[in-house]
């Protein structure tokens, strides 16, 4: 099972990004999907999470500001970056719970991070 997050990138002050992470191989289902940020020299934190079933929660530096969404038919989760800041800056890690085919019980995956910079 791998997770591919892309989107990351430069950008100003009050722009928007989003984000997607995409996940293949050998799955039958997924259940949670979160976005986490790690910020140089900090600690690794949850952004914003949803459940297979659509429920969302978000780090309240982020409410208001940011959308999580995804799509099951695609195995994709989604995250819409809107009036950004230099806060926000960081690496970016999407994290799925996934039952893999043949396997009993679900295990957590990470994708390999994308840099998102706030900058003007």
Known sequence: VQLQAS???LVQPGGSLR?????????????DMGWYRQAPGEQRELVAGITSGGSTNYA????????ISRDNA???VYLQMNSLKPEDTAVYYCNALIVRRGVIGATYHWGQGTLVTVSS
């Open 19 to 31: 984000l997607s992470c995409a996940a293949s191989g050998s799955i039958r289902s997924i259940h």
């Open 74 to 76: 695609k195995n994709t």
């Open 7 to 9: 989107g990351g990138g």
């Open 60 to 67: 309240d530096s982020v409410t208001d500001r940011f959308t």
